[in-house]
């Protein structure tokens, strides 16, 4: 099994714990998994609910913002920036998608770098950084290997952390997306190319040979699967001004005007949403027309991703809601930890730190809260006021929803 699937099980065999203490040595090496460890995880019950989620990198607030699937509704940032600057820098957030399911990969170009977070958003190692790319873009995954589109006129290859396996696509094109479709043959590959002389819309074999230039077109960004429309693709086209459906043998199926379009999504209420440097849109799509403004910032690419801690509700789904989020900041931290946690209805709550060996070292707030947000703090003290030692330690927040505990590092 690759280092990126063994690695990130690691991850979320420490954040996935159960109600009760936990105790990190219990997990063992396992020869017939395939995996570093088997760990314990939440009884199927416990486990807080999972629900679609559409991610959106804005490269001037340097933040993943999640987003409806279903009308485009705002719903708040799921990654933001360490402003240490220590794991990870985002200057320019292009593309935040998920693999295995589960894991989250954020492109960014200029810091030239792609980010592997958990599902929680709490930052796993750099993938890929300017060693071996320069002008980063669009990204895919596919088996084993992330594939990442370069300004350097091609896409590069990376099968673990900082693992480079050479190039899938070298031609003297400019990519600016990649993703995989099973037309032509598996693994197949549809390609946005803004090479001045040949702006065009590609598809190439798996094995990174082109197949066919479909339609030309000016400066396409993000390409996309038209998700209610099996057998239709959208592509947002920057320069043109232009947002196209079209099939796999580059027939343009249907066309709407939008200014400057970098990404794009069909909404599960059959419109569009779109995104410039203005922000987040959805579009009627009959007519194009800008319907609501869901965002203001510089929006880049949109990604369905299945997160847990949303929860879907009745039908239809624009009811989905967000289930209690807990989210920690700055992460590593020095004297100060900002604990946000927003609730969707009052309810009981407790919030616990516990240290790497699983003993709870402080209490931070335990009763009832109300619906909405809420903020607290920790100082890196126990419960008597004594400081602790460098090193990682987990905050639990319990709630009758169920559990989410999140790794934090504090550093001294």
Known sequence: MKVFLALMVLSAAVLALPAEDFDLEAMEMS???GLLFDAPRYDQKADPPRGQVLLIPDSGADVVAMFDPYDGTYWGDFIVDDSTGTYYNFATPINAMQIYGQYILVSDQVSDAVWGFDEYGNYLYTV???TYLNNVRGIDFRDDTVFVTSGDDYVA???GPGSFVGYFIQDGTDPFDIMFV?????????????????DNVRHYYADGTLYQELFNTSF????QVDILNTGYYLVASFSDNMIYQFTIDGTITDSWSFSGGRGIFRLGNGNLLATNGTGVHELDAATGAIIETEYAGQARFIELVDLPGVAIGDTPPSVWIQSPGMSVYPNPFHDMLSVSITLPQATQV??????????????????SMG????????????????PLGQGVYF?????????????????R
């Open 371 to 386: 619906a909405g947000h809420h903020l607290l703090t920790w100082d890196g003290t126990s419960d008597g006021g004594s």
């Open 182 to 198: 099973d037309e032509v043959e598996s693994g197949s590959a549809l390609y946005c190319d803004i090479q001045g002389t040949t």
């Open 128 to 130: 890929a950084d300017g």
């Open 220 to 223: 396409p960004e993000q390409v």
């Open 157 to 159: 290859m990376f099968d």
């Open 395 to 411: 905050v639990r927040m319990t709630t009758p929803a169920g559990v989410t505990t999140m790794k934090v590092n504090l550093l």
């Open 31 to 33: 020869g017939e998994s």
């Open 350 to 367: 407790s919030l616990e730190v516990y240290s790497i060996e699983g003993r709870m070292v402080r209490e931070l707030d335990a009763g």
